[in-house]
């Protein structure tokens, strides 16, 4: 299956346009016309979406890669993106199919219910929307989040999270997991280098926090005189202890050259480890190191003794001290997350996945 499927979240204007309420963009759009996106299409007097049913392709990763560290840690996770993205990053990290202008690249065909049972198949305890943002397919990442809660798979977003009112309360609602890009913390940062704003995506994580049940982390890729000062890692970690609490996990990641930044050098480690002392100081109570071999950067620390519960590197599990119900086996305190008995670590492998062969 693959083409056009009714859009939702769009409305007419008095001008003979129809606006797009997806997102804050708020595209208005005559006939024939595309969103910024490129995927959200006028088709008539509506809205359709190009890409239902069509992926840039499926793999089978460590649920540490999205990245999640307290959503069932060591999980096999089936991961699939579309097409295009609603922000327009200069450091884009997977601008070939973000960034995509030919439908071409979409060459897995999948309806929801066969992604579910895809990922049953291959024992994934999860499926992510991921490689590109899933708020611009969200009909077609709300339909398969169903298909898999109906066979007892988890469903994860991996989202700059920039999304319109409405919209977002329906998203959250079908997922069990998300990990938010908080790209920045000045709105300066957003509109130079994303194309967009910065208030909205903190509006989403106030919402994941107070009204959903959905699990979520956030990340920060970390560019070198961009968004890595110490002040800026400082408001930011204070904001999120204020206004979402000490238990949501960050993620500070290592920025490499690519897309329309290969002038800047990689993030350096010395940066890594410096901003996660200050985020810690601040008091969040979990934050992580990413794209870097690190591993007390990546290891969940006991919030009660204090002792390593989840050693990793990078995206390998190597030490696991969690009960079945995300208990310290040393002093019992309770880690924030969502955990199950622990069977060993599917490990730092990436294995395609062809739906064909999934049928």
Same mark, same amino acid.
């Given at each position: 299956?693959?083409?056009?499927?009714?859009?939702? !979240?769009?409305?007419?204007?008095?001008?003979?346009?129809?606006?797009?309420?997806?997102? *804050?963009?708020?595209?208005?759009?005559?006939?024939?016309?595309?969103?910024?996106?490129?995927?959200?299409?006028?088709?008539?007097?509506? $809205?359709?979406?190009? &890409?239902?049913?069509?992926?840039?392709?499926?793999?089978?990763?460590?649920?540490?890669?999205?990245?999640?560290?307290?959503?069932?840690?060591?999980?096999?996770?089936? @991961?699939?993106? =579309?097409?295009?993205?609603?922000?327009?990053?200069?450091?884009?990290?997977?601008?070939?199919?973000?960034? @995509?202008?030919? %439908?071409?690249?979409? $060459?897995?065909?999948?309806?929801?219910?066969?992604?579910?049972?895809?990922?049953?198949?291959?024992?994934?305890?999860?499926?992510?929307?991921?490689?590109?943002?899933?708020?611009?397919?969200?009909?077609?990442?709300? +339909? &398969?989040?169903?298909?898999?809660?109906?066979?007892?798979?988890?469903?994860?977003?991996?989202?700059?999270?920039?999304?319109? #009112?409405?919209?977002?309360?329906?998203?959250? /609602?079908? %997922?069990?997991?998300?990990?938010?890009?908080?790209?920045?913390?000045?709105?300066?940062?957003?509109?130079?280098?994303?194309?967009?704003?910065?208030?909205?995506?903190? +509006?989403?994580?106030?919402?994941?926090?107070?009204? =959903?049940?959905?699990?979520?982390?956030?990340?920060?890729?970390?560019?070198?005189?961009?968004?890595? @000062?110490?002040?800026?890692?400082?408001? $930011? @970690?204070? !904001?999120?202890?204020?206004?979402?609490?000490?238990?949501?996990?960050?993620?500070?990641?290592?920025?490499? *050259?690519?897309?329309? %930044? &290969?002038?800047?050098?990689?993030? *350096?480690?010395?940066?890594?480890?410096?901003?996660?002392?200050?985020?810690?100081?601040?008091?969040?109570?979990?934050?992580?190191?990413?794209?870097?071999? +690190?591993?007390?950067?990546? =290891? #969940?620390?006991? *919030?009660?003794?204090?002792?390593?519960?989840?050693?990793?590197? !990078?995206? /390998?599990?190597?030490?696991?001290?969690?009960? +079945?119900?995300?208990?310290?086996?040393?002093?019992?305190?309770?880690?924030?997350?969502?955990?199950?008995?622990?069977?060993?670590?599917?490990?730092?492998?990436?294995?395609?996945?062809?739906?064909?062969?999934?049928?």
């Amino acid at each position: 299956m693959s083409g056009n499927h009714p859009g939702r !979240w769009w409305h007419r204007l008095d001008d003979g346009r129809i606006q797009c309420d997806l997102c *804050p963009r708020d595209c208005r759009l005559h006939e024939g016309q595309r969103g910024a996106c490129f995927v959200r299409q006028r088709e008539g007097d509506a $809205m359709v979406l190009t &890409t239902y049913g069509r992926s840039s392709g499926f793999c089978v990763d460590p649920i540490e890669k999205k990245p999640l560290n307290h959503f069932y840690p060591g999980s096999s996770v089936l @991961s699939f993106g =579309t097409a295009g993205c609603n922000l327009a990053c200069k450091f884009c990290q997977n601008w070939d199919i973000s960034k @995509s202008r030919e %439908m071409d690249t979409l $060459m897995d065909a999948a309806s929801p219910a066969r992604i579910a049972e895809a990922a049953r198949r291959a024992g994934s305890r999860s499926v992510a929307f991921t490689y590109n943002d899933p708020v611009i397919f969200a009909e077609y990442a709300i +339909d &398969t989040a169903q298909a898999c809660r109906e066979r007892g798979i988890a469903t994860v977003a991996v989202t700059a999270g920039y999304i319109g #009112t409405g919209a977002r309360r329906e998203f959250f /609602a079908s %997922m069990d997991a998300a990990n938010v890009d908080l790209k920045g913390f000045t709105d300066e940062f957003y509109v130079k280098l994303c194309g967009a704003h910065l208030n909205p995506v903190l +509006d989403t994580l106030v919402h994941l926090k107070h009204e =959903t049940d959905c699990w979520f982390e956030i990340t920060t890729l970390l560019i070198p005189g961009k968004n890595d @000062s110490p002040a800026e890692i400082e408001a $930011m @970690s204070r !904001w999120i202890v204020r206004e979402l609490g000490p238990d949501v996990p960050l993620h500070l990641t290592a920025f490499h *050259p690519d897309y329309r %930044m &290969t002038d800047l050098a990689a993030t *350096p480690p010395a940066t890594l480890k410096r901003s996660r002392e200050i985020a810690l100081a601040e008091g969040i109570r979990y934050v992580y190191t990413g794209n870097v071999h +690190d591993r007390t950067g990546g =290891t #969940t620390f006991c *919030p009660g003794c204090a002792k390593p519960l989840v050693v990793r590197d !990078w995206h /390998a599990i190597l030490d696991y001290h969690l009960t +079945d119900a995300g208990r310290c086996r040393h002093c019992d305190a309770v880690l924030p997350g969502r955990f199950e008995r622990f069977d060993g670590a599917f490990g730092p492998r990436r294995v395609p996945v062809r739906l064909h062969a999934a049928a």
